[in-house]
């Protein structure tokens, strides 16, 4: 029998509460060979990253392994001192957290950052610090590396933050690399290329890999085998075809039912039961007169920063009353600067946007928030986490619209459009007394959809709104979002990296590329047919899994 390089024996972890002991891990068993990859595959709240942080000692002072243990290379580390421990983080067992641009120190240079690993471990000369830190940025692919080392994680795109933890997690060669969500947020295109760098430095080096993921298409295509957990125990593990082509256990079946698949449509994800916790959605009716113009009309936009190089480049597209369109592109492609200057947050340098037959582009965007046409143009903002106040309930969140645009005070006016709200975006009663930390992922998000709907608007521009989710709360988000398109006549935009994702939801798609537009049309048409070389890029970047049949490690 081949030796394990990590064997995880019912490991349990418990964590101490104002309201007692919690458990988090329930006796989690799993192993990996030396050059193996494993996905740990699950939601939010599963245990994925317990079991990760346990397995390098890195709980708080909260949490505290109380049963199993941890064997590394044959070596029990359950319990191994901090000497000990230093010495194995880093230079055998390292870690890609999560969110890179939080893990990375502010106030520290990249170069500064990667010194401080290779010091930690004895792996650094001085007189040539510089040059190792530059032979690691080259090794993560990063374009012009001399002028990263001095910046600045807040200057750098996500995949740059994450290109350079990687580069961290590496300076020492370690054997066992353990990345934790690597590319959440990131678009299809540096996912991708994230994820092939990951591969190639595994091979290069022999290093084994576990790949922690809520994506089952991104565990499909670059894992040898998975574990699947739901409440903190390992329901199911086996090699990755097989599991996806056969899942046994129902959590398995619910999971891969949810994830999106190349022929996938909006009503067959999320089996009843997995929106158990929505409140139906109540229909507000809406005019809309006969002959009506678009919703919303881009015309030759155009919006730069200062430099040579503008973030939007002579757009112009259209959204018809009650239609959604996607818009899709990588970082840096104008998405995020597009939403902005139709939600008036910015000005346009040149062009005009009109909505429902009226210019709105020429009212400054520093007086259109005493415009009439402010409630009528709403946004959901991409991480709930940042953009709901955590000192404010969902209630007082979802009322802070009403308050400010129409005026509402508290009283059984605002009470029962607050509710309404609510129920629309089926966010159940219970929850409005709570504060965002008390809700989970699905549950903030609808509470920001809730906040959106409140004024009644007739656009709603959704910035990611399904970028963190699980792959069962995002098929229920989407499934809200295309109830309340259709029974109350709200318009979308919704701006995605997403692409299965905008497929099923938006009727008409336009791509952008360094601030213009590649490609646009029809969405089933523009997937299946695409005319730009840069659309069958994204297209072909898109990781997928196809439980029907075996050819499933493969893009589309």
């Not at 010495?87 to 106030?107: D, E, V």
């Not at 890999?209 to 739901?230: F, K, N, P, S, Y």
Request: charge should be neutral; proline fraction near 6%; glycine fraction near 8%.
């Amino acid at each position: 029998m081949t030796a394990q390089l990590l064997q995880v024996e019912n490991l349990q972890v418990a964590f101490s509460t104002r309201h007692g002991t919690v458990t988090a891990l329930h006796g989690i068993d799993i192993a990996l060979a030396a050059g193996e990859t494993l996905g740990v595959v699950g939601e939010s709240g599963s245990g994925k990253s317990v079991t990760s942080l346990a397995v390098m000692r890195l709980l708080d002072r909260a949490g505290k392994i109380t049963g199993g243990r941890v064997l590394f290379e044959g070596r029990d580390i359950t319990h191994a001192g901090h000497a000990d421990l230093r010495r194995l983080r880093g230079s055998a067992l390292s870690m890609i957290f999560q969110n890179p641009r939080a893990a990375l120190n502010p106030i520290r240079t990249v170069e500064q950052q990667i010194v401080d690993v290779l010091a930690a471990h004895g792996r650094l000369s001085r007189a040539n610090a510089r040059a190792q830190a530059l032979d690691l940025l080259r090794a993560v692919l990063i374009r012009d590396p001399e002028a990263r080392l001095g910046a600045y994680p807040h200057e750098l795109s996500g995949g740059m933050c994450q290109r350079v933890m990687i580069a961290m997690a590496i300076a020492c060669e370690p054997v066992l690399l353990i990345a934790d969500e690597p590319t959440t947020g990131l678009d299809v295109t540096t996912q991708q290329t994230v994820m092939e760098l990951l591969a190639r430095i595994k091979a290069e080096r022999g290093m084994a890999m576990i790949l922690i993921t809520h994506d089952l298409g991104l565990a499909a295509r670059w894992c040898d085998r998975i574990a699947v957990m739901e409440s903190g125990r390992v329901v199911e593990q086996g090699e990755t075809v097989a599991l996806f082509e056969a899942p046994a256990h129902p959590y398995t079946r619910r999971l891969v039912a949810a994830s999106p698949t190349r022929r996938s449509t909006l009503a067959d994800l999320a089996p009843p039961g997995l929106a158990r916790d929505a409140a139906p959605v109540v229909t507000v009716p809406r005019e809309h007169g006969p002959g009506t113009p678009p919703l919303l009309e881009l015309v030759n936009v155009v919006k730069s920063f200062g430099g040579p190089t503008r973030a939007v480049d002579d757009v112009s597209f259209k959204i018809p009353q009650g239609g959604a369109l996607g818009l899709v592109g990588e970082s840096g492609s104008g998405k995020s600067t597009l939403s902005r200057l139709i939600c008036r947050l910015i000005d346009p340098d040149d062009g005009d946007i009109v909505f429902d037959g009226e210019s709105i582009a020429r009212v400054p965007a520093r007086e259109f928030h005493q415009s009439p046409r402010r409630r009528d143009i709403q946004i959901v903002f991409q991480d709930p986490n940042d953009s709901l106040n955590p000192r404010h309930t969902a209630f007082d969140s979802i009322a802070y619209p009403l308050r400010r645009l129409e005026g509402l005070r508290d009283g059984a006016a605002l009470q029962t459009r607050v509710r309404e709200a609510a129920a629309r975006a089926g966010l159940p009663m219970d929850l409005l007394q709570r504060f965002p930390h008390q809700l989970s992922g699905g549950q903030k998000a609808r509470v920001g959809i809730a906040r959106a709907v409140a004024p009644r608007p007739r656009l709603l521009v959704l910035d990611e709104p399904t970028a963190a989710l699980d792959v069962s709360v995002q098929a229920v988000i989407l499934q809200l979002l295309d109830r309340l398109r259709r029974e109350d006549g709200i318009g979308l935009l919704f701006v995605s990296h997403d692409l299965n994702v905008v497929r099923m939801l938006c009727d008409d798609l336009v791509v952008l590329q360094a601030g213009r537009v590649v490609e646009a049309g029809r969405s089933q048409q523009v997937f299946q047919r695409p005319q730009a070389d840069y659309t069958r890029t994204l297209l072909e970047a898109v990781p997928y899994f196809d439980p029907q049949r075996t050819e499933l490690l493969k893009t589309a």
